[in-house]
């Protein structure tokens, strides 16, 4: 159970929540909002504006419940910044108590009576800091920790118990559409899995496309053939590969037209592996326009971790399907152009064209 700070005050009567506001007491900040009828507006304990009369006031436990029932934040103390559930800093602390539990029942019963809160607020509150549910989150955290297990040679059957799945048939239930193959398959790096490449060039050297019976797993570019082979060797290291530019010219079509000055379909069929936090990233920066540019720590901000520009880089170097998700289009804050998986140059060259794109289709407009 999380513990409350020492010099916190809860009042349990209006009567108490009444001094508190007389006193403008700013240990009781956490526990309660008070709104003025008169005005509209609703405050917190400590607000340094003029006391309304009583009769006038209103206590409510939490922001959210002030402005369902119609009250503005004030302006001055910002009320909708406190409450009695820190939100960011909580969250990450039940971000850690997941990762540190996997093995437990993590429901959500049991993750709100860990933090102190209801359910509902801490349903309502991971979900719009985080993106995702907590049962969303706990699985995709299994998930992960079995990838890692696998990773080191451990058998399904351990990694899933290991990982905090209660059978193989519950995993099974979550996997699908997160692994992009069979856990065993991913284990054994793609064993049984099929891939479907071809070659072509095009103004950046030699393109690689490559996919499986659900949709693109790979896009590659080098200076030569064999540099994108051993790229998709890299990253399916015991798949089977077929060279087919039969069956894979729906799919250069697509990135020809690109080339030639059209924007590429950012919604072509993918089948690629990720944890939840990478989802998001990659769904990110497909919302950056083409011809336009974010940051590595604007999108963590976006996704609800301000600090979170590493992490934003890692899921942008991991990122298998490149144009697809376009991570070329993510900078440093000082628009530096850093790391990009097929080279600096690749990268500006990408940029200007797809500018270039976005010029040309304006004048037409």
Same mark, same amino acid.
């Given at each position: ?107 959500? $019963? @049991?993750?709100?009576? !860990?933090?102190?809160? #209801? ?6 509150? %991971?979900? =719009? ?108 290291? $015991? @798949?089977?590969?077929? !060279?087919?530019?039969? #069956? ?6 697509? %990135?020809? =037209? ?15 592996q990720a944890t939840a936090f ?27 971790a301000p600090k979170g520009a ?40 990408l940029l200007l064209h797809e ?11």
């Amino acid at each position: 159970m999380r513990r409350r700070p020492k010099d916190r005050e809860d009042p349990s009567t209006d009567d108490e929540k009444w001094r508190a506001v007389l006193t403008r007491n700013g240990n009781s900040d956490e526990s309660f909002v008070f709104a003025v009828r008169s005005t509209g507006i609703y405050c917190k304990p400590s607000c340094p504006a003029k006391r309304p009369r009583r009769d006038q006031v209103v206590f409510f436990s939490r922001s959210d419940e002030a402005e369902q029932t119609g009250f503005r934040p004030c302006k001055r103390c910002r009320p909708q910044d406190v409450g009695p559930f820190p939100q960011a800093e909580s969250i990450d602390r039940i971000c850690k108590y997941i990762e540190a539990n996997l093995d437990r029942k993590l429901t959500l $019963s @049991a993750l709100s009576t !860990h933090a102190g809160i #209801s359910p509902y607020h801490l349903q309502r509150t %991971f979900k =719009r800091i985080v993106g995702i549910s907590p049962r969303q989150y706990v699985e995709a955290r299994r998930l992960a920790k079995m990838k890692r297990s696998l990773r080191n040679g451990e058998t399904v059957t351990k990694a899933l118990y290991k990982a905090g799945f209660s059978s193989r048939s519950r995993l099974y239930e979550k996997v699908p559409n997160r692994f992009g193959m069979s856990p065993g398959a991913f284990r054994r790096g793609g064993v049984g899995l099929r891939i479907e490449y071809t070659i072509v060039d095009c103004p950046l050297g030699r393109l690689l496309i490559g996919a499986t019976e659900r949709g693109i797993c790979a896009v590659c570019m080098g200076d030569s053939d064999t540099t994108v082979k051993a790229a998709l060797s890299e990253d399916y290291p $015991s @798949a089977e590969l077929h !060279h087919n530019d039969e #069956s894979m010219l729906k799919w250069v079509t697509e %990135f020809m =037209r690109y080339f030639s000055g059209q924007h590429l379909k950012l919604n072509l069929p993918i089948d690629v592996q990720a944890t939840a936090f990478q989802w998001r990233v990659w769904k990110e920066i497909q919302s950056i326009p083409s011809g336009k540019t974010n940051t590595y720590s604007k999108i963590g901000s976006a996704l609800g971790a301000p600090k979170g520009a590493r992490a934003v880089a890692r899921a942008c170097a991991t990122n298998p399907v490149s144009l697809v998700i376009p991570c070329h289009r993510v900078v440093g804050e000082d628009g530096g152009l850093h790391g990009y998986r097929w080279g600096k140059k690749r990268k500006q060259a990408l940029l200007l064209h797809e500018q270039t794109i976005s010029r040309k289709t304006a004048n037409l407009t």
